[in-house]
């Protein structure tokens, strides 16, 4: 029921995910989503046609442009791009996009993988780009009854994690450079409001996108944040920047009645990590930059796109959403450390392990809100060694596990290329009680052991749920003996080690069984 990445007919689209996460040829690396409504509840419609949403903002063009610059312009959509599947589990999907090569001049128009197939003239010229996306999934909560059965129904917000990485190659003066923008719509709402918070700490400024007489530029810097909202029924989105460098902010009118300018809006860079900007709305500071040869630029924001079944209609909602993001209420922290992290709960590991409890979510108005959805991250220790999640309570379907499925449940989960697992808890449902990272972990001399942990689910018991069956692998993949001291981090029955303190000699592979 998850939404794998598969290929359709024409080895083109990404037809299965949620836009096109892992699109092949000169296509755009999604960057912002929200959930659709059922088919049960919107219909089906097929190759094109309007899914169930009603998004705010999709910033539908996600490759990077030098618009002037002291070496003149170069257009991140003209270059072509080469897909990567980092990971996909049961709770998320991390992919990225190289963009290093240039199609030649003579192609006049860049268009799309089905009408754009070279010649490709080389190496860029001005700088390459790299974009990281990672999305964390609906909770699965049924079989849609009047569509594809392998698709789950699913309810509850969606977040997403877009890093926008720009290497430059030789020193240049930028005087403009767009990260991202929206592409032209006809708009889906006829009154949208927007809030814009240019640091962590500052009073939001609100803003009538629907009436607004002419562009607004606002500075951002790292903790800022912004989101959308419609009194009409919509996706309201929330956006948490996380990015090292400053950006600005272009916003122009955009209405249903009026349409929406391709540039309605726009992410520009504003310099490197290093500047020090005005943050504010229509600040005086400049947003010209120099750069040098191998000089990075990173965009990196965090998204949560809301249920249209929420009903988010105000700002206040929004805010309050952010408030709880940022600091959910009651949240107990049972192993490992806090970890400052726009958009993010994220937890640094002790010991190879971290955890986390949570009340179910309520509005400030005291209502349930099924839909919500906290985004957890924590970085392994080690990304040859199995992580995963130990949910001591909370929401499953219950297809599974007897008279308490929601009770001491395992998840593997995948690891991203830069060291990260993503995690989706679903307090809008249920409590949450959850511990997580690396159930098997070894001391400093045993870093360099691949150590594989595997559940498996004995099926003797006919009333529900037999015993838990284990395997344990651990391999040494150097040249070299290694001694060292196995350790288990939870509280997991039948996970046993018995012999924890092991020599394993070069290419050995010694397996326990519990």
């Known amino acids: 029921g998850v939404r794998s990445i598969e290929f359709c007919g024409d080895h083109v689209n990404d037809c299965d995910s949620n836009g096109m996460q892992l699109g092949h040829g000169p296509v755009a690396e999604i960057s912002t989503w929200v959930p659709l409504l059922p088919p049960d509840i919107a219909g089906v419609t097929w190759d094109g046609g309007p899914p169930g949403q009603i998004p705010l903002l999709l910033l539908t063009e996600s490759r990077p442009v030098i618009s002037n610059s002291t070496l003149g312009i170069e257009d991140g959509s003209r270059f072509a791009q080469t897909p990567h599947i980092e990971m996909s589990d049961e709770g998320g999907t991390a992919v990225h996009s190289v963009n290093d090569r240039v199609f030649a001049d003579s192609v006049e128009k860049v268009v799309n993988a089905w009408h754009t197939f070279g010649p490709i003239a080389g190496p860029s010229k001005l700088f390459d780009f790299t ?19 392998g698709f789950a129904l699913r309810r ?3 977040a997403t994690h877009f890093i926008s990485t720009s290497r430059f190659k030789e020193e240049n003066t930028i005087s403009e450079m767009i990260l991202s923008s929206a592409g032209n719509e006809i708009g889906n709402v006829n009154v949208m409001y927007a809030m814009v918070a240019v640091t962590s700490s500052s009073t939001p400024i609100q803003l009538n996108v629907s009436s607004l007489q002419q562009t607004v530029e606002i500075i951002v810097v790292q903790g800022g944040y912004w989101g959308l909202v419609s009194p009409e029924p919509s996706n309201a989105q929330l956006f948490h920047y996380r990015g090292s460098a400053p950006i600005k902010l272009s916003i122009s009118k955009c209405s249903k009645a009026t349409g929406c300018s391709s540039t309605w ?14 943050p504010g709305i229509n600040s005086s500071s400049s947003c010209e930059f120099e750069v040098k040869s191998n ?14 079944r929420s009903n988010i209609n105000s700002l206040s909602q929004l805010m309050d959403i952010q408030k709880y993001i940022s600091s959910p209420y009651n949240l107990t922290i049972t192993a490992g450390s806090l970890v400052q992290s726009p958009g993010f709960l994220e937890i640094k590991l002790q010991n190879g392990v971290g955890g986390v409890a949570l009340p179910q979510y309520l509005t400030n108005a005291g209502a349930k809100d099924e839909q919500m959805m906290i985004p957890l991250r924590y970085q392994v220790l080690n990304k040859n060694w199995t992580a995963g999640v130990y949910q001591r309570y909370g929401f499953v379907l219950g297809h599974y596990g007897g008279d308490t499925p929601h009770v001491n449940r395992w998840s593997a989960m995948g690891v991203s290329k830069d060291g990260y697992c993503h995690m989706p808890l679903y307090t809008g449902l249920d409590r949450v009680d959850v511990l997580f990272g690396h159930p098997i972990v070894a001391d ?32 040494n993949p150097t040249t070299n003996p290694i001694t060292t001291m196995l350790n288990k981090t939870m509280p997991i029955a039948n996970l046993t080690l018995p012999n924890s303190h092991i020599t394993i000699q070069p290419g050995e592979l010694v397996v326990f069984s519990t």
């Not at 999934?137 to 594809?148: A, C, K, R």
């Not at 045993?446 to 749920?465: A, H």
């Open 131 to 149: 974009l990281n996306y990672r999305q964390f999934f609906e909770v699965s909560v049924g079989i849609p009854q009047l569509s594809y059965p």
């Open 156 to 158: 509850s917000a969606v």
């Open 265 to 278: 809006f726009q992410i520009l860079a504003c310099g490197l990590a290093s500047a020090t900007p005005k």
């Open 295 to 308: 000089d990075t630029l990173t965009m990196d924001f965090a998204q949560l796109g809301t249920s249209l």
């Open 444 to 475: 400093v001399n045993g870093y360099d052991l691949i150590i594989q942990v595997t559940k498996v689910e004995s099926n003797t018991n006919p009333q529900g749920r037999g015993v838990d069956l284990w395997v344990i692998q651990v391999n």
